[in-house]
């Protein structure tokens, strides 16, 4: 594979940190000059953890052992220096800016502290992007960093979608900020393009390996988000709770849980992976075993009625939908899941085409309803990474 980038000042490297994942590309004058993605990173399941860079055409392949998020970024750092790759200036996702941030930021001493806040509010993004900040300082002094925040696509949040029912001096600290935002202002901007209208309602899904999330958009703008203060809150996910009982937590609490135990338990050790009985946090592994395995079938059914729970609550909040947009790995490519969703929701107009789910191109925008549905059905890419190097671009194009 061709490397010997050297043109660094015009070159930005983007380390895009998902719950099971690290995705990265390489930038030389808006061009993708390279990328890749690092998968099932710190998943438990049935297949290995490998690595995919490409460049143009050519396509590189890995099975490797990737413990945790910073085995994936030190492989990366260390596959674009052994092919000569230089860049001087380094993008990061950020999932949540804890209120404290509407727009990205460079990194410095000052933002660095306020992020540092925002680190436990979303333990398995944040945190690794912390330590990818760090080691990029370690292993390349001088290098410019920003970060884009997944929470800044809902910062105009309506206060009633935001707000808890709490005592009103905590319901002002606990607000909900919510998350994927890079993904939503992404695939929302294509689909308008799509459709070629600006104007309509929506439910879009994003369904990751990692997390999940709902979101309802009206005109283009956030209206509400399944996800919460912390990405705990909303879908089933990989490995998180989703939405629970709080009356669980203070029992737990009185069991003797610590905090951190109960972070252990709610974002590692819960979602698919727990109701499974640890057989996979993986929806793909869980689908194909359910056929013969209770605790699977369990686990999908779970994951695929708490999605269809927001599409219903949403289609109330936004008095009806005119699209539903599916997006992410799970989203754009796991059929199962979209017409397990779309099933029996003939009340609300979904009328999903089975063919053409089965045969949509998980790399283009794909429509999946019949012709009859009064519900739009998109699949539609998303690219976090394009919006994460847009961010920067603004932000360094600024006045210091």
Same mark, same amino acid.
């Given at each position: 594979?061709?490397?010997?980038?050297?043109?660094?000042?015009?070159?930005?490297?983007?380390?895009?940190?998902?719950?099971?994942?690290?995705?990265?590309?390489?930038?030389?004058?808006?061009?993708?000059?390279?990328?890749?993605?690092?998968?099932?990173?710190?998943?438990?399941?049935?297949?290995?953890?490998?690595?995919?860079?490409?460049?143009?055409?050519? !396509?590189?392949?890995?099975?490797?052992?990737?413990?945790?998020?910073?085995?994936?970024?030190?492989?990366?750092?260390?596959?674009?220096?052994?092919?000569?790759?230089?860049?001087?200036?380094?993008?990061?996702?950020?999932?949540?800016?804890?209120?404290?941030?509407?727009?990205?930021?460079?990194?410095?001493?000052?933002?660095?502290?306020?992020?540092?806040?925002?680190?436990?509010?979303?333990?398995?993004?944040? +945190?690794?992007?912390?330590?990818? #900040?760090?080691?990029?300082?370690?292993?390349?002094?001088?290098?410019?960093?920003?970060?884009?925040?997944?929470?800044?696509?809902?910062?105009?949040?309506?206060?009633?979608?935001?707000?808890?029912?709490?005592?009103?001096?905590?319901?002002?600290?606990?607000?909900?900020?919510?998350?994927?935002?890079?993904?939503?202002?992404?695939?929302?901007?294509?689909?308008?393009?799509?459709?070629?209208?600006?104007?309509?309602?929506?439910?879009?899904?994003?369904?990751?390996?990692?997390?999940?999330?709902?979101?309802?958009?009206?005109?283009?703008?956030?209206?509400?988000?399944?996800?919460?203060?912390?990405?705990?809150? =909303?879908?089933?996910?990989?490995?998180?709770?989703?939405?629970?009982?709080?009356?669980? #937590?203070?029992?737990?609490?009185?069991?003797?849980?610590?905090?951190?135990?109960?972070?252990?338990?709610?974002? !590692?050790?819960?979602?698919?992976?727990?109701?499974? =009985?640890?057989?996979?946090?993986?929806?793909?592994?869980?689908?194909?075993?359910?056929?013969?395995?209770?605790?699977?079938?369990?686990?999908?059914?779970?994951?695929?009625?708490?999605?269809?729970?927001?599409?219903?609550?949403?289609?109330? +909040?936004?008095?009806?939908?005119?699209?539903?947009?599916?997006?992410?790995?799970?989203?754009? !490519?796991?059929?199962?899941?979209?017409?397990?969703?779309?099933?029996?929701?003939?009340?609300?107009?979904?009328?999903?085409?089975?063919? !053409?789910?089965?045969?949509?191109?998980?790399?283009?925008?794909?429509?999946?309803?019949?012709?009859?549905?009064?519900?739009?059905?998109?699949?539609?890419?998303?690219?976090?990474?394009?919006? #994460?190097?847009?961010?920067?671009?603004?932000?360094?194009?600024?006045?210091?």
């Amino acid at each position: 594979m061709p490397g010997g980038l050297t043109d660094k000042a015009h070159a930005i490297l983007v380390l895009n940190v998902g719950s099971s994942s690290l995705s990265f590309k390489l930038y030389h004058h808006s061009y993708e000059f390279v990328g890749g993605k690092c998968h099932r990173v710190g998943v438990k399941g049935t297949a290995s953890s490998f690595v995919e860079f490409h460049h143009g055409e050519a !396509r590189v392949r890995q099975e490797l052992d990737l413990p945790d998020h910073m085995a994936a970024a030190r492989h990366v750092l260390d596959y674009l220096a052994d092919n000569r790759y230089s860049f001087e200036i380094v993008g990061h996702r950020f999932a949540d800016g804890g209120g404290y941030f509407e727009r990205g930021v460079v990194v410095d001493a000052c933002t660095r502290s306020m992020l540092d806040r925002c680190a436990v509010l979303a333990p398995l993004h944040n +945190v690794a992007a912390l330590q990818m #900040i760090d080691l990029v300082a370690e292993r390349l002094p001088g290098t410019v960093q920003f970060v884009a925040f997944d929470s800044a696509f809902h910062c105009d949040l309506p206060d009633v979608a935001t707000t808890y029912a709490l005592p009103r001096t905590l319901a002002h600290t606990y607000r909900k900020h919510g998350f994927h935002g890079l993904s939503y202002s992404d695939v929302l901007e294509k689909a308008s393009w799509y459709l070629g209208e600006t104007r309509f309602t929506a439910v879009a899904l994003h369904l990751g390996t990692g997390g999940s999330s709902a979101c309802a958009i009206r005109d283009g703008g956030s209206i509400d988000t399944s996800m919460g203060y912390s990405p705990l809150q =909303g879908l089933v996910m990989n490995t998180r709770c989703g939405d629970v009982d709080p009356g669980i #937590i203070i029992d737990l609490v009185r069991q003797g849980y610590s905090s951190d135990d109960l972070t252990r338990l709610l974002h !590692r050790e819960s979602g698919l992976l727990g109701l499974s =009985g640890g057989m996979s946090s993986d929806i793909r592994d869980l689908s194909v075993a359910m056929a013969e395995d209770h605790r699977a079938r369990l686990a999908f059914d779970l994951y695929v009625y708490r999605v269809r729970q927001y599409i219903g609550a949403y289609a109330a +909040v936004l008095n009806g939908i005119d699209v539903i947009i599916f997006t992410d790995d799970v989203g754009l !490519r796991v059929p199962e899941v979209r017409s397990a969703v779309c099933e029996g929701m003939d009340y609300l107009g979904i009328r999903l085409d089975e063919e !053409r789910n089965r045969s949509a191109d998980p790399g283009r925008i794909e429509p999946l309803h019949l012709e009859e549905s009064h519900i739009r059905i998109l699949a539609v890419p998303n690219d976090e990474e394009r919006a #994460i190097y847009a961010e920067g671009m603004r932000l360094l194009s600024e006045p210091a």
